[in-house]
């Protein structure tokens, strides 16, 4: 497949760098130094993938990271020249996949576009026969669709991980998942023994499904193996 790729940076250098190893590597490549012609591109480009520069000089990267969050749900990139930790998480929080500081090398940028194209081919990758795109549960429904969460009939706020540990769980109901196997598919990283992501997480979804601490209705962890949704 010939992967479409958003870039934005208003750093020209940068950009045309970034398109050059792209290109170079198979990627078919829309370049944008701005904001208002990047978000033209979203709506009318199939895209599989945009890597966004933090700064632009009209429009926040992060604010184009949240329109491309109210439609897709493919990876975005966020690109800064800064290195505080406020910034990273406020990438993160509103649904960017992963972060990269300038300057960087271009090759470790290549990687982790395939890296991210990869985990996201592989959540994706079901023939239509087999696609379902809704679970229903005691009350919880969760639509893949239309991206969006309701329990009893109100819309429940879930950040794009969120959703997507919550839709990885039901998609294996009666099966327990692993911590591991649930960050690797759902971050594209190697997971290490002490990441707690995972369960940070969990905490979140439980608190906004309104789960019991002792007794969890939907989201139900065993000891030492992993979570579980029963069927």
Same mark, same amino acid.
């Given at each position: 497949m010939n992967e479409h790729i958003l870039i934005v940076d208003d750093e020209k250098e940068i950009a045309d760098l970034l398109e050059v190893y792209l290109k170079n590597d198979g990627y078919t490549v829309y370049k944008f130094y701005n904001g208002v012609d990047a978000l033209k591109c979203i709506e009318s480009i199939k895209l599989d993938m945009a890597i966004l520069d933090v700064m632009l000089p009209d429009i926040e990267g992060f604010k184009i990271c949240q329109k491309i969050r109210e439609k897709y749900f493919y990876p975005v990139i966020m690109l800064t020249a800064k290195v505080e930790d406020g910034d990273k998480i406020? @990438?993160?929080?509103? @649904?960017?996949?992963?972060? &990269?500081? +300038?300057?960087?090398?271009?090759?470790?940028?290549?990687?982790?576009?395939?890296?991210?194209?990869?985990?996201? +081919?592989?959540?994706?990758?079901?023939?239509?026969?087999? &696609?379902?795109?809704?679970?229903?549960?005691? @009350?919880?429904?969760?639509?893949?669709?239309?991206? +969006?969460?309701?329990?009893?009939?109100?819309?429940?706020?879930l950040t794009p991980k969120e959703f997507s540990v919550l839709w990885y769980l039901f998609d294996r109901q009666g099966k327990v998942v692993s911590s591991e196997e649930l960050f690797e598919a759902v971050w594209g990283e190697k997971y290490l023994d002490n990441n707690n992501t995972v369960m940070a997480h969990i905490g979140r979804l439980r608190e906004k499904l309104n789960e019991p601490a002792k007794k969890p209705k939907f989201i139900k962890t065993v000891w030492g193996v992993g979570y579980t949704i029963e069927k």
């Amino acid at each position: 497949m010939n992967e479409h790729i958003l870039i934005v940076d208003d750093e020209k250098e940068i950009a045309d760098l970034l398109e050059v190893y792209l290109k170079n590597d198979g990627y078919t490549v829309y370049k944008f130094y701005n904001g208002v012609d990047a978000l033209k591109c979203i709506e009318s480009i199939k895209l599989d993938m945009a890597i966004l520069d933090v700064m632009l000089p009209d429009i926040e990267g992060f604010k184009i990271c949240q329109k491309i969050r109210e439609k897709y749900f493919y990876p975005v990139i966020m690109l800064t020249a800064k290195v505080e930790d406020g910034d990273k998480i406020m @990438g993160l929080t509103i @649904g960017a996949d992963d972060y &990269i500081t +300038k300057p960087f090398n271009p090759l470790e940028v290549l990687a982790r576009v395939k890296t991210q194209l990869r985990r996201y +081919k592989m959540y994706n990758n079901t023939s239509e026969s087999e &696609i379902v795109n809704e679970y229903e549960l005691k @009350g919880l429904l969760i639509n893949r669709e239309t991206h +969006k969460c309701y329990l009893f009939g109100k819309e429940i706020s879930l950040t794009p991980k969120e959703f997507s540990v919550l839709w990885y769980l039901f998609d294996r109901q009666g099966k327990v998942v692993s911590s591991e196997e649930l960050f690797e598919a759902v971050w594209g990283e190697k997971y290490l023994d002490n990441n707690n992501t995972v369960m940070a997480h969990i905490g979140r979804l439980r608190e906004k499904l309104n789960e019991p601490a002792k007794k969890p209705k939907f989201i139900k962890t065993v000891w030492g193996v992993g979570y579980t949704i029963e069927k």
